[in-house]
């Protein structure tokens, strides 16, 4: 995933960076580097991609469910 994958993926989600730290269970310092344009690890990526596609798929407050299930 390339900082602007990354950076799409935030806004499409429309998350801050605290927020997306948060339910992908990152230290907030992790996420500015991403956006920043370091390395992202398999794992992190592929849940983000999932994200953007359940937020793509989901109505919102099922979306949001999910996501408050996981945190």
Known sequence: M???EYNHAR???GWTHLRLAHVL???RRSVYRY???DP???PQAR???LLVLMRLT???RKFEDIVRQLT
């Open 47 to 49: 849940l983000i991609r």
């Open 58 to 60: 989901l109505s919102e």
């Open 35 to 37: 956006a920043a344009g």
């Open 40 to 42: 992202i690890p398999g």
């Open 2 to 4: 390339t900082r602007n």
């Open 11 to 13: 806004e499409t989600l």
């Open 25 to 27: 269970g990152l230290k």
